[in-house]
Each structure stands twice: as C-alpha cells, then as structure tokens.
T-cell receptor, first 117, second 108 residues
Framework: SAVISQKPSRDICQRGTSLTIQCQVD?????MFWYRQQPGQSLTLIAT?????????ESGFVIDKFPISRPNLTFSTLTVSNMSPEDSSIYLC??????????????FGSGTRLTVV | QKEVEQNSGPLSVPEGAIASLNCTYS??????FFWYRQYSGKSPELIMF????GDKEDGRFTAQLNKASQYVSLLIRDSQPSDSATYLC????????FGTGTRLQVFP
C-alpha cells in the first residue's frame, strides 16, 4: 500500500498568517484527500485534490481559506490561510488503497498538528 | 445529510474479554465499510473493511455488516491493553464519511 510523507508534523502559528502542509506519496495516485480533525472530534473531509483540475471542496470549506495544489500524481499541498484559533486542528492527507477498481480502504499521512495563537 | 453514528464511549472491558463496537449509517446506497483504529496523537490506521452482508474475520477482529439494518460492528476477541484506542467507523458512498469514534479502554 502507498506510503505518505506529510510535513510539517506540527506547528504553532500566529493568527492571520498562513501555513502550507505538504504530502508526498511514494506511488502515483489519482485522488488525494484532505481531512481535518478538530480536538476530540472525528475526521471531516475538506476537499478532494485531482491532478490537473481544481480541487473539489466539501460544504463549509472554500478555496480562499484552504487553497490546494496538485502539481503531479504524487504530491499535494493544503494551505490554511489567514489563520484563527478556530483553525487549530490536526490536518491529514489520505489516498485510496485500491486495485482493479475496488477500494480497500484509505491510507493516511501522519498528520499535521496545527495550533494557532 | 449522510451520517455515521457511533457511541462515543468509553467502552471499558477487562483484558481477555470480547469488545463489541457498533456503528449505524444513514445512506442505504453505501457500499464499503471500514474500521479504523486511532491511538492518541496518531493518524487513523485501517484494521478492517467489509463490503458484503455477514461476517469477516481477520485474526482477533471480526467485522459484521447488516445492510438491511444499516448496521456495522467490530468485535475484538481476547482484548489486550494495547487495543485501547479510539475506533472509527467509516462508510463510503461517493466519499468517505467517518463516525465520531468509540473510545475503547481495556484494563488488565
């Protein structure tokens, strides 16, 4: 299954600034997914990043706040813009494990723990 | 609104017992069902997936799916203190939706 390298692992940022999170996959994947996990909560899908097209955002998330890049089939970035303390969360990237058109689950990166002060 | 619901717990079981974790989902069109384990401060780790009604066993873990009742469960046999974690149920339709997770505590 794919191995995902995610960085930074954690950061403490000032409000009003931006942070870019990177995910590198060791194999080519069509879609990469970005999730947020707020303290004590489950995972919420932010957006799906496809190579060569605009990311698809879920309800409640907008491109101006969470711009995503997907320059190739192994790499993606998520930027958290104009941060406020409410953005303090763990951010995770994920790829699908599949073969022959069937999904066998999703693999997650190690996560980025963001604290906004 | 597509939903996945789990009891938040904590579910406390003694070492060696069977832990039973439950999950219900709202979208009848859901096709794939997953159980993830998440240790504190770590990212989720896939432990089981199931597509068809019935039971699927893998070592100490058994996933059970009942599509008519929109219910999926995870049984952990011979529970160990190292199984103490939050268990997330995830359901896939057009995207993967997670439940809020059940915290399991296995005490010696």
């Amino acid at each position: 299954s794919a191995v995902i390298s995610q960085k930074p692992s954690r950061d403490i940022c000032q409000r009003g600034t931006s942070l870019t999170i990177q995910c590198q996959v060791d194999s080519q994947v069509t879609m990469m997914f970005w999730y947020r996990q707020q303290p004590g909560q489950s995972l919420t899908l932010i957006a799906t990043a496809n190579q060569g097209s605009e990311a698809t955002y879920e309800s409640g998330f907008v491109i101006d706040k969470f711009p995503i890049s997907r320059p190739n089939l192994t790499f993606s970035t998520l930027t958290v813009s104009n941060m406020s303390p409410e953005d303090s969360s763990i951010y995770l990237c994920s790829v699908e494990k599949g073969q022959g058109g069937r999904t066998y689950g999703y693999t997650f990166g190690s996560g980025t723990r963001l604290t906004v002060v | 609104q597509k939903e996945v619901e789990q009891n938040s717990g904590p579910l406390s079981v003694p070492e060696g017992a069977i832990a039973s974790l439950n999950c219900t989902y709202s979208d009848r069109g859901s096709q794939s069902f997953f159980w993830y384990r998440q240790y504190s401060g770590k990212s989720p780790e896939l432990i089981m997936f199931i597509y068809s009604n019935g039971d699927k066993e893998d070592g100490r873990f058994t996933a059970q799916l009942n599509k008519a009742s929109q219910y999926v469960s995870l049984l952990i046999r011979d529970s160990q203190p190292s199984d103490s974690a939050t268990y997330l149920c995830a359901v896939e339709t057009d995207k993967l939706i997670f439940g809020t997770g059940t915290r399991l505590q296995v005490f010696p």
